[in-house]
């Protein structure tokens, strides 16, 4: 079995990694000579859009998947009837544009928050009088860890606003003032069948996620089950899906989903029977999918800009280190730990000592693919 990825950043490398023990071939379509995926897999180096080289992963490969939204769709609609291309396109489609994302959301019952469609800047005052203060200002396409966001405050803050997030479209959205963000991970065989891990509960630090908890037995799991499936179904989806909620009161909104493996579904590895990485693998070639149920409780905590020491990460109890292999930067998500216990106590103590030993290294990333959500 052949599995070709479209990106070669880290969710490609654990794809690749989960893919070895299976017998599953992966090769990376990327253009970055040294992508993260590249040390553990077969790499083609070129353009996401080089029909040459999507020529090659058509003929070669069983199945073509992908790692990120912003895959060009035009490379998809190439590849789609040539090979098999997992999850559909149409769910990328979707995923890339947050008015046809926040607009399907609405199509199929599931709540979100209030929003207006910006095109200029008499938009977003317009928006601003109908939804609040205060708003969030967010480019349609290509946003990633709360860049091309922009907050208003007050209605004042509009002026200069759409220019600062580099022009429309735009979406302006309502501030929802959530008790907690949550996600919840959901995969799909390719015979319809439906499965949901427990869900995250998820924690950002200036815009980018720093810790994810799984939450088995949450009383809010049954709904974002309910959300994802509509989702899943109306795409009729093969793969990992990422559902990101909100939670106010007994409500869930849905903020995006991602059409691929995601960082709040990292914990996964250590934290639970089948990882999200094998079931994606699993999902998209054709077999069975795996128990997706939790293993004790576990953190994940993402390594922002640098790595800790390794030996002291270590040194806590449950920890497993997942170095990326990248070139620290500012803002740049170059690993992640996660940490296994049996009981709240002991998850807490183990929580706080990672904390510390990765502090000060969160800032807002450089670039899309330094985020690589
Ligand atoms: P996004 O790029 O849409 O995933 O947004 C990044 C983060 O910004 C989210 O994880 C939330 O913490 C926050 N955020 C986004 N949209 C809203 C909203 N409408 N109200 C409050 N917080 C939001």
């Known amino acids: 079995m052949k599995v070709g990825i479209l990106g070669g950043g880290q969710l490609a490398r654990m794809l690749a990694l989960a893919a070895h023990p299976l017998g599953i071939e992966t090769t990376v379509l990327c253009p970055v000579e040294d992508a993260t995926a590249a040390a553990v897999t077969r790499h083609l180096r070129g353009s996401l859009i080089d029909q040459r080289l999507l020529g090659e992963l058509a003929h070669g490969m069983d199945v073509v998947t992908y790692e990120f939204e912003n895959v060009p769709l035009e490379s998809l609609r190439f590849l789609d009837g040539r090979v098999a291309v997992q999850p559909s396109p149409r769910a990328l489609a979707a995923g890339q544009d947050r008015l046809a994302e926040k607009t399907l ?27 609040g203060p ?8 290509e946003g990633y860890d709360g ?25 302006a959205e309502a501030f929802v003032a959530f008790e907690r963000e949550v996600s919840i991970i959901a995969v799909r065989d390719a015979g319809g069948g439906l499965s949901f891990y427990p869900l995250s509960e998820n924690t950002h630090e200036a815009g980018i996620l720093r810790v994810a908890m799984s939450r088995p037995g949450d009383p809010m799991q049954p ?3 309910d959300y994802a499936r509509r989702l899943m179904e109306h795409f009729d989806y093969v793969g990992v ?21 995601h960082n709040s579904g990292h914990w996964t590895i250590e934290g639970a029977e089948t990882s999200q990485f094998e079931n994606h693998l699993r999902a998209v070639a054709g077999f069975s999918v795996g128990s997706t149920q939790a293993l004790g409780l576990t953190a ?3 390594c922002i800009g640098e790595l800790p020491a390794l030996a002291s990460v270590l040194a806590v109890p449950g920890a497993h280190m997942h170095d990326y292999g990248k070139v620290p930067r500012p803002g740049r998500k170059v ?4 940490l296994r ?29 330094d985020a690589n959500t």
Not at 134 to 141: D, E, G, I
């Open 241 to 261: 899906l990422a559902l990101e909620l909100f939670q106010v009161g007994d409500s869930l909104l849905a903020n995006e989903f991602a059409p691929r493996v």
């Open 147 to 171: 860049k091309g966001q922009v907050f208003l405050k007050a209605a004042a803050d509009g002026a200069g606003a759409l220019e600062r997030i580099g022009g429309g479209p735009a979406l």
């Open 335 to 338: 690993g992640h730990v996660t």
């Open 300 to 302: 994940m905590v993402n």
């Open 134 to 141: 205060p708003v969030l200002l967010k480019t349609r396409r």
């Open 105 to 131: 959301f609405r199509a199929l019952d599931i709540p979100t928050a209030d929003f207006h469609v910006v095109e200029g800047e008499a938009d977003v005052a317009r928006a601003l009088s109908v939804l």
């Open 223 to 225: 709904l974002a089950e």
């Open 341 to 369: 216990a049996d009981n709240p106590a002991d998850l807490e103590a183990r929580l706080g000592r990672i904390l510390h030993l990765t502090a000060g290294t969160a800032a807002p990333a450089a670039t899309p693919a």
